[in-house]
């Protein structure tokens, strides 16, 4: 396969795959170009299988994926599955114009595209830029359903919980009634 049917075959892939707006999406950002930039990549077309490799990063409007590894799986040219990998992989993007960043990062993030789902795993953290994080082995996001599960690991001898971090709310500053004025009191 020739690089451009594999730029025009990834560009499909992110515009399809979107990352749900449900999720994390600016409306505008999908109306923008895909750029993906990798050390290799190769397409199966019998598996329906394209795999980028070496510090990956895609970027779509306010999305950005950063990765080791990125694996895009399709049926019939319909994406199916997005996996991302690295040490931590991640992904970001911002919700809405009025809305703060959002991150995810994983050892692996795996989005699936049918059912709208985003499996964290691995040293998992799900962060908004308000400070509001949840840390764990594993985190699942269900865009669908608006619900987010978290696991630790309670298997190992030294069992790992989850955590989550809410910051207070900002208090309104007080407003300051005194009047300015122009005048010096030293003239």
Known sequence: MNLNKLAAFATLALTLAGFSPALFALASDKSQPIYISSDRAERNEKLGVTTYTGSVEMNQGTLQIHA??????SINNEITRIIATGSPAEYQQKPATDKQLVIARGNKIEYLLDTEKLHLTGNASLRQGDGTMLTGKLINYDTKESVVRAEGNTNSSAPE???????????????NNSSSSSSNPSQ
């Open 68 to 73: 080791d590894k990125v694996v895009i799986h």
């Open 161 to 175: 919980r989850i955590h989550m971090v809410i910051p207070p709310k900002a208090k309104a500053e007080p407003q």
